[in-house]
């Protein structure tokens, strides 16, 4: 209308401004919220219902999982390199009791075969045969019906010696049941509907009803795993290079030295290569000696 003053529109960085203290407001509250809620410097007023709801949704085999699998790493004698991992619910359901390192009776071998569930999954070394079929190993990618590779541990870098990094280290071998030319997979996930059921009420069973569940995940499991020789031999269980395994690193797994150890002997040493000798040792083994 006409006498009024005209209107101005603000500049961009006033708007900039507001944004930033309007994120900044926010962040303050969300800060002063957290303080007053849960955190354990502050009156922690939300922290029971936290701790209700938490225990409430426990799960008690998967917490003895993970205690023992911070054990096992603890245990190690080197570093383990980071691996990528698949979600709970991709993960075959050995993973609910037997986590990432299922070996850990043996302190002589343990770490050698939990070394292989990089490359295998755990029915690759445990199928036990089933009547009117025939087993056959090929790689299993839970995101890929046939995957391609290159895959991971199949061969060498030849400037460096190690092996070859690649893009798929998801795939690993496993065993089919091939029945009437129909390709079957042995593994047994944890969305299927058994496994999704039971981590449901597992907690409400007794130790009787668990076993007689697990029955039923290891209808095709066998408790003992192949011997080293059955596949780090030639002519062995696995067909290395079919399943696309370079020259050189066929050889080494055929002929790989360790299995020797294990199958020959009770006991073995590591040299004690990093213990420094103290001051008193030298002083003691100076008083053995005669004087002149």
Not at 65 to 92: D, G, K, S, W
Not at 243 to 264: A, C, H, P, W, Y
Request: aromatic fraction near 10%.
């Amino acid at each position: 209308m006409p006498g009024e003053p005209e209107r101005l529109d603000h500049p961009v960085y006033v708007y900039l401004i507001f944004i930033a203290m309007l994120i900044t407001m926010l962040a303050i509250l969300a800060g002063v919220v957290y303080h007053f809620a849960l955190s354990p410097h502050g009156p922690a007023i939300a922290a029971p219902l936290k701790a209700k709801y938490e225990k409430k949704h426990a799960s008690a085999i998967l917490e003895e999982a993970r205690r023992l699998e911070e054990l096992e790493i603890h245990r190690h004698f080197h570093n383990i390199t980071p691996f990528p991992q698949l979600a709970e619910n991709e993960r075959p359901v050995c993973f609910i009791c037997h986590s990432d390192y299922p070996h850990s009776k043996s302190k002589k071998v343990r770490s050698l075969l939990n070394m292989h569930t990089q490359y295998f999954v755990c029915e690759t070394c445990h199928i036990k045969e089933k009547e009117g079929a025939r087993i056959v190993y090929k790689w299993y990618n839970p995101f890929d019906d046939d995957p391609q590779g290159p895959f991971f541990g199949t061969s060498y870098d030849p400037e460096t010696g190690n092996l070859v990094e690649v893009d798929d280290l998801i795939s690993k071998i496993a065993a089919f049941f091939i029945n009437k030319d129909k390709l079957e997979s042995t593994l047994q996930i944890q969305d299927a509907p058994l496994a999704l059921d039971y981590m449901k009420v597992r907690d409400k069973l007794t130790p009787e009803q668990r076993d007689s569940v697990k029955k039923k995940f290891h209808v095709n499991i066998k408790p003992k795993g192949h011997d080293c020789k059955i596949c780090h031999s030639k002519e062995g269980l696995l067909d290395f290079e079919k399943l696309r395994f370079s020259e050189n690193r066929i050889v080494d797994l055929e002929q790989l030295n360790i299995k020797g150890m294990i199958t020959k002997y009770e006991e073995f040493y590591l040299p004690n290569l990093f213990q420094e000798s103290k001051p008193e040792d030298s002083k003691a083994k100076d008083a053995g000696k005669p004087r002149l």
